[in-house]
């Protein structure tokens, strides 16, 4: 392992937690451990290892490029790690306040969409 790939599952544990990223570790086979060491390093071990900037704005960040590009199915996820990095639900909102004017108004709302029922997930506890 080097050392930005054990930084990287440092920083994956802390903003997804340690539930998420054991079950992601689990489910790991050969196809996608590549793919899983990429991320790690380069995702977690260096954009989201840098203190360029905060894991509050980092985490808006994320989850407005997501919806602007359409990759929806990774927004609950992030949503999730907001208890992690200190963004707020106002913050998500703003973010995607955000999308709905630079990228559109249909990727914003379905968005909006998940954010809300991840959110009422984690309020009754579900696991996620």
Not at 32 to 52: H, K, R, Y
Not at 64 to 85: D, K
Request: hydrophobic fraction near 40%; proline fraction near 2%; charged fraction near 25%.
């Amino acid at each position: 392992m080097t050392e930005t790939y054990e930084r990287g599952m440092k920083v994956r544990r802390e903003v997804l937690g340690d539930a998420h990223v054991d079950r992601a570790e689990a489910a790991k086979s050969e196809i996608d451990l590549p793919f899983q060491s990429l991320i790690t390093q380069s995702a977690w071990g260096t954009v989201w290892a840098s203190d360029g900037i905060s894991r509050r704005d980092r985490s808006m960040l994320t989850i407005a490029l997501l919806a602007a590009t359409g990759n929806f199915e990774e927004i609950p996820m992030h949503v999730r790690a907001t208890a992690n990095t200190g963004a707020s639900r106002s913050d998500v909102t703003e973010a995607l306040q955000h999308v709905a004017i630079y990228a559109g108004v249909p990727k914003a709302n379905h968005a909006l969409k998940l954010v809300k029922q991840t959110y009422q997930e984690m309020e009754q506890g579900k696991k996620c």
